[in-house]
């Protein structure tokens, strides 16, 4: 009962910030300096599209009356029509979205599996060769520019190598009957390899500090201990004991990653011309195609407010003290 | 005496700290009986818990068995490979510890926690995991229902009495108990303590109960093994240590508590002064910057005298402790310690 309650607290209060973002977004839009008929209407529209568009957004009426035609559009997925590309917002965002996410969540999802397991090993190997090693290259990692790191693997992978496509998510001249199609070819996954690659070897390095610090301090918990004293094996106490309480926070740092991720991944899809949403929100905030960017940022805003409640929800079910409170 | 089920002879235990030792045991010897409850008692500091942990063998990662023998069962502890250790571990030394909330996981329920130990560590099938675990609810006293339930759902002295489920669950042989009422109110403790006294006497498991509480002791063991700064100070049957405490330092202790069964027992008349650091302790005995009676000789180590038989003590003037209880029971005596 009072789970319920707590959820629906939660989902209330996210419908707030989904509030928030929308009203944000919307005045941003209009009080920009310059004619607010901007943030819809191209110049170089027909003048029977402009007129439709004016319409549609009711830019000639008061602002509040706009703000709610502007909620009542959005309600409806209507989120204008592209400057450059001539076609609704909402329809090339469709396109984007998923290219991000799987680039996001394939990159971030080795590097957590990666970065917990390794992380609790160097842990469990504490002051051994291994972890004096392992520390200063996982730091490198952390520190090298995300670019960079993209380049030397397109320069190794893709142009020394000849392994691996350089850019874009399928060869020229292929074409797929749908999504799924195409998401499951040899040819995108190859298209895949090089960027998510550079983007797991980015992210890895937080999760396996975490996990290892983590790791170090419930090693020192009276129940690890307790573990040790009534024999069981060393397996069991280091994986069902220490790993599992360690492993909660890490969960939690993978759904804000994907929220953090988003935003950074604007470089390594430019590096790697991958057609997703952050690098058309740049493109389009530099071509001035307001609609775009608009709707760009309201996908990435929903996307990041929706991990916050994943994350939430997640240590919930993973942590009894909250889900049995 | 028969041949008792423990034998600690001259044990010691060191923690290193940088580039220093604390000897926190330092040749501690003492028997436990089979079937006896023995009070292992004594002031922070003294390494009471560095004993409890070391019969584990599950000690600090800074602490080292440095010399001495554990011999249990026939067995010396502080020498078989680890993997004959940790067979014994929990099968045959199990361990109740002060707080119950720290040492349960707190991500899986009780039963889990429980089967964990009864299938992993005893071999049992599902099934007879689960009648055991409920034969063992209902030895301490708490519904089966709340099997399911998670560490921090239950109260503190629930939690203590499912850590006493844990401890009996394979029928060891020995339980150390670290302060295992410690943390919780005076008449919890004593519920606690009866049952566990309850326990002890119905299984005839022998119990060692550390705790720095003289009254506990006094309330529910058989005998006693007192220790001060690394060193057993005196040891033997409780009726010894009550009618004849035969230590100053013993003799202090007990001025020290009030006593846990309500008896008004005049006023209390705390020991002066603090131990000593164990990384440089004094030459000589340890108690003579505390202890009233001290004489010039006490600067030399003090012999084991044994007053009584089964009753050694650690003390220059053992043998004329008849006389100095009597001063000890005077308030006087402990203001100005000599
Ligand atoms: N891990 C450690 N490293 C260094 N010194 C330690 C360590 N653990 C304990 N000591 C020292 O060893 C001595 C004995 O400690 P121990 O915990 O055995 O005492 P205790 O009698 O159980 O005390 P308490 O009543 O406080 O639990 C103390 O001086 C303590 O400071
Ligand atoms: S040896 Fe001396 S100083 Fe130590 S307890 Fe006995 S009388 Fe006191
Ligand atoms: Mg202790």
């Given at each position: 009962m009072k789970n319920f309650k707590a959820v629906g607290s939660r989902l209330l209060q996210l419908a707030l910030v989904l509030w928030a973002v929308v009203t944000i977004l919307f005045l941003m839009f209009r009080l920009m300096?310059?004619?607010?008929?901007a943030a819809y209407i191209d110049p170089t529209f027909t003048l029977e599209q402009q007129q439709q568009l004016m319409a549609q957004f009711g830019l000639d009426k008061p602002l509040w009356h706009q703000y709610l035609i502007y909620l009542g559009n959005l309600l409806q997925g209507e989120l204008g029509q592209s400057f450059r590309y001539r076609e609704p917002v909402g329809q090339r965002i469709w396109i984007l979205l998923p290219n991000t996410l799987i680039l996001t969540f394939s990159s971030l999802i080795v590097a957590y599996v990666f970065g917990i397991l390794a992380g609790a090993y160097l842990a469990w190997r504490r002051g051994s060769w291994v972890e004096q090693a392992a520390i200063p290259l996982v730091l490198t990692t952390r520190a090298m520019p995300e670019f960079w790191l993209g380049m030397v693997m397109l320069a190794i992978f893709s142009f020394s190598l000849g392994w691996l496509p350089a850019g874009g998510t399928r060869a020229p001249g292929n074409e797929y009957s749908g999504f799924l199609d195409l998401y499951t070819s040899r040819d995108f996954l190859a298209h895949l390899a090089l960027p998510a690659a550079t983007l797991a070897i980015y992210s890895q390095g937080l999760p396996l500090l975490l996990m290892r610090s983590n790791m170090l301090d419930v090693m020192k918990e009276d129940f690890v201990t307790m573990a040790r004293i009534k024999g069981l094996s060393n397996w069991t106490v280091v994986v069902r004991h220490a790993a599992r309480n360690a492993l909660l926070p890490v969960m939690t740092s993978f759904a804000i990653a994907v929220g953090y991720q988003l935003q950074g991944n604007v470089v390594v899809e430019s590096v790697f011309s991958w057609p997703g949403l952050g690098r058309e929100l740049v493109n389009a905030v530099a071509a001035s195609d307001y609609p775009l960017a608009q709707g760009a940022f309201l996908m990435i805003a929903l996307v990041v407010i929706f991990m916050n409640l994943a994350a939430d929800l997640l240590y919930a079910f993973l942590d009894p003290r909250i889900s049995h409170a | 005496m028969s041949e008792p089920l423990l034998s600690v002879r001259d044990l010691r235990v060191s923690y290193q700290v940088g580039r220093n030792f604390v000897h926190a045991v330092d040749g501690a010897s003492f028997d436990i009986p089979r079937g006896s409850i023995t009070g292992l008692v004594g002031e922070s500091g003294c390494g009471k818990t560095t004993v409890a942990r070391a019969l584990t063998r599950v000690i600090a990662e800074n602490a080292a068995i440095t010399g001495g023998q554990i011999l249990f069962d026939g067995k010396d502890l502080a020498k078989i490979p680890e993997k004959e250790m940790n067979a014994l571990r929990w099968r045959d030394i199990a361990f109740i510890p002060q707080s119950a909330m720290n040492s349960l996981d707190p991500v899986y329920t009780v039963e889990y926690q429980l089967d964990e130990v009864l299938r992993r560590?005893?071999?049992?099938g599902r099934k007879q995991s689960r009648a055991r675990s409920e034969e063992l609810f209902e030895m301490v006293g708490i519904d089966v229902n709340r099997l399911n339930d998670y560490p921090h759902q239950f109260s503190g002295g629930m939690r203590q009495r499912v850590a006493i489920a844990l401890a009996l669950a394979l029928d060891p042989k020995l339980i150390i108990a670290d302060e295992p009422v410690t943390a919780l109110d005076v008449i919890v403790q004593r519920q606690i303590l009866d049952q566990l006294k309850e326990l002890q006497t119905r299984l005839g498991v022998s119990v060692i109960l550390v705790t720095h509480d003289i009254s506990v002791v006094a309330y529910i063991c058989d005998r006693t093994v007192v220790m001060y700064a690394g060193k057993v100070a005196e040891s033997g049957t409780m009726q010894a240590a009550l009618t004849a405490p035969s230590h100053p330092y013993t003799m202090g202790l007990r001025n020290a508590f009030p006593d846990l069964q309500g008896a008004a027992s005049g006023i209390l008349t705390p020991i002066e002064g603090a131990p000593p650091n164990l990384a440089s302790p004094p030459a000589g005995c340890r108690f003579k910057p505390r202890c009233p009676f001290a004489l010039d000789i006490c600067g030399t180590e003090p012999p084991v005298i044994d007053?009584?038989?089964d009753h050694p003590v650690l003390c220059h003037r053992a043998n004329e402790s008849a006389a100095l209880r009597i001063e000890a029971a005077k308030t006087e005596t402990w203001m100005a310690p000599a």
């Amino acid at each position: 009962m009072k789970n319920f309650k707590a959820v629906g607290s939660r989902l209330l209060q996210l419908a707030l910030v989904l509030w928030a973002v929308v009203t944000i977004l919307f005045l941003m839009f209009r009080l920009m300096p310059g004619n607010p008929m901007a943030a819809y209407i191209d110049p170089t529209f027909t003048l029977e599209q402009q007129q439709q568009l004016m319409a549609q957004f009711g830019l000639d009426k008061p602002l509040w009356h706009q703000y709610l035609i502007y909620l009542g559009n959005l309600l409806q997925g209507e989120l204008g029509q592209s400057f450059r590309y001539r076609e609704p917002v909402g329809q090339r965002i469709w396109i984007l979205l998923p290219n991000t996410l799987i680039l996001t969540f394939s990159s971030l999802i080795v590097a957590y599996v990666f970065g917990i397991l390794a992380g609790a090993y160097l842990a469990w190997r504490r002051g051994s060769w291994v972890e004096q090693a392992a520390i200063p290259l996982v730091l490198t990692t952390r520190a090298m520019p995300e670019f960079w790191l993209g380049m030397v693997m397109l320069a190794i992978f893709s142009f020394s190598l000849g392994w691996l496509p350089a850019g874009g998510t399928r060869a020229p001249g292929n074409e797929y009957s749908g999504f799924l199609d195409l998401y499951t070819s040899r040819d995108f996954l190859a298209h895949l390899a090089l960027p998510a690659a550079t983007l797991a070897i980015y992210s890895q390095g937080l999760p396996l500090l975490l996990m290892r610090s983590n790791m170090l301090d419930v090693m020192k918990e009276d129940f690890v201990t307790m573990a040790r004293i009534k024999g069981l094996s060393n397996w069991t106490v280091v994986v069902r004991h220490a790993a599992r309480n360690a492993l909660l926070p890490v969960m939690t740092s993978f759904a804000i990653a994907v929220g953090y991720q988003l935003q950074g991944n604007v470089v390594v899809e430019s590096v790697f011309s991958w057609p997703g949403l952050g690098r058309e929100l740049v493109n389009a905030v530099a071509a001035s195609d307001y609609p775009l960017a608009q709707g760009a940022f309201l996908m990435i805003a929903l996307v990041v407010i929706f991990m916050n409640l994943a994350a939430d929800l997640l240590y919930a079910f993973l942590d009894p003290r909250i889900s049995h409170a | 005496m028969s041949e008792p089920l423990l034998s600690v002879r001259d044990l010691r235990v060191s923690y290193q700290v940088g580039r220093n030792f604390v000897h926190a045991v330092d040749g501690a010897s003492f028997d436990i009986p089979r079937g006896s409850i023995t009070g292992l008692v004594g002031e922070s500091g003294c390494g009471k818990t560095t004993v409890a942990r070391a019969l584990t063998r599950v000690i600090a990662e800074n602490a080292a068995i440095t010399g001495g023998q554990i011999l249990f069962d026939g067995k010396d502890l502080a020498k078989i490979p680890e993997k004959e250790m940790n067979a014994l571990r929990w099968r045959d030394i199990a361990f109740i510890p002060q707080s119950a909330m720290n040492s349960l996981d707190p991500v899986y329920t009780v039963e889990y926690q429980l089967d964990e130990v009864l299938r992993r560590r005893g071999g049992l099938g599902r099934k007879q995991s689960r009648a055991r675990s409920e034969e063992l609810f209902e030895m301490v006293g708490i519904d089966v229902n709340r099997l399911n339930d998670y560490p921090h759902q239950f109260s503190g002295g629930m939690r203590q009495r499912v850590a006493i489920a844990l401890a009996l669950a394979l029928d060891p042989k020995l339980i150390i108990a670290d302060e295992p009422v410690t943390a919780l109110d005076v008449i919890v403790q004593r519920q606690i303590l009866d049952q566990l006294k309850e326990l002890q006497t119905r299984l005839g498991v022998s119990v060692i109960l550390v705790t720095h509480d003289i009254s506990v002791v006094a309330y529910i063991c058989d005998r006693t093994v007192v220790m001060y700064a690394g060193k057993v100070a005196e040891s033997g049957t409780m009726q010894a240590a009550l009618t004849a405490p035969s230590h100053p330092y013993t003799m202090g202790l007990r001025n020290a508590f009030p006593d846990l069964q309500g008896a008004a027992s005049g006023i209390l008349t705390p020991i002066e002064g603090a131990p000593p650091n164990l990384a440089s302790p004094p030459a000589g005995c340890r108690f003579k910057p505390r202890c009233p009676f001290a004489l010039d000789i006490c600067g030399t180590e003090p012999p084991v005298i044994d007053v009584a038989p089964d009753h050694p003590v650690l003390c220059h003037r053992a043998n004329e402790s008849a006389a100095l209880r009597i001063e000890a029971a005077k308030t006087e005596t402990w203001m100005a310690p000599a």
